[in-house]
């Protein structure tokens, strides 16, 4: 993994390497597998920050299953700007299915809990959350997430999907900011 990274203009130092990342999406997968091996489920994905993280769970899950994804955005920048805005609507037909919202990270959890309920009037069967990422001290909106992979210090990161104004989504591992923002 690479000591040091500058993103636009920002250094990020290591914080979880490619095959840490690699295990945890192994289990959540066994995870899910168990839970869902008769349920047919519908992974949904929040774009764009879940494509990498989707593309891993999904294939760590051996059962069968659907794929689909929405896009939602609540940040600019570093910050989260606290108002939602959907910018791709639900496709698949959801209803009577279980769903599997998949997240890369879970920050004040202001975009689920905006989401969870618009989600709940298409009456699946079932919603349950796949987060990568939580980060417990700037929770606002508290969820339960029934798949998680790691809890971080309330820093901004990215890699592994997540990005910095669209950039860095392709690192293969997290980085952490190193210094205060201005
Ligand atoms: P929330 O609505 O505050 O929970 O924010 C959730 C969304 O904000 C995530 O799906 C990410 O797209 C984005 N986000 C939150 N924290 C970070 C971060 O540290 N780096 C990059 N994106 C983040
Ligand atoms: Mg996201």
């Not at 168990?34 to 920050?49: Q, S, T, V």
């Not at 955005?73 to 009577?96: F, M, N, P, R």
Request: hydrophobic letters at 45%.
């Amino acid at each position: 993994m690479q000591s040091e990274v500058s993103v636009h203009g920002l250094s990020f130092r290591p914080l979880i390497s490619e095959e840490e990342i690699r295990q945890k999406v192994v289990e959540m997968g066994a995870s899910i597998t168990e839970a869902y091996r008769e349920r047919n489920p519908i992974f949904l994905g929040i774009l764009n920050g879940c494509f990498v993280f989707m593309a891993d769970l999904v294939r760590a899950c051996d059962l069968p299953c659907e794929v689909s994804f929405i896009k939602l955005a609540s940040y600019e920048g570093l910050q989260s700007t606290g108002e939602v805005k959907t910018h791709i609507g639900l496709e698949a037909d959801i209803k009577d299915r279980h769903v599997i919202l998949v997240e890369d990270i879970i920050d004040t959890g202001k975009t689920l809990h905006s989401f969870l309920p618009v989600l709940a009037a298409f009456k699946p069967a079932s919603i349950s959350l796949a987060a990568l990422i939580v980060k417990p001290e700037a929770i606002v909106y508290p969820i339960d997430i029934a798949y998680k992979g790691f809890d971080i210090e309330n820093k901004f990161i990215v890699g592994y999907g997540l990005d910095y104004d669209g950039h860095a989504r392709n690192l293969k591992g997290i980085y952490q900011l190193s210094m205060e923002t201005p």
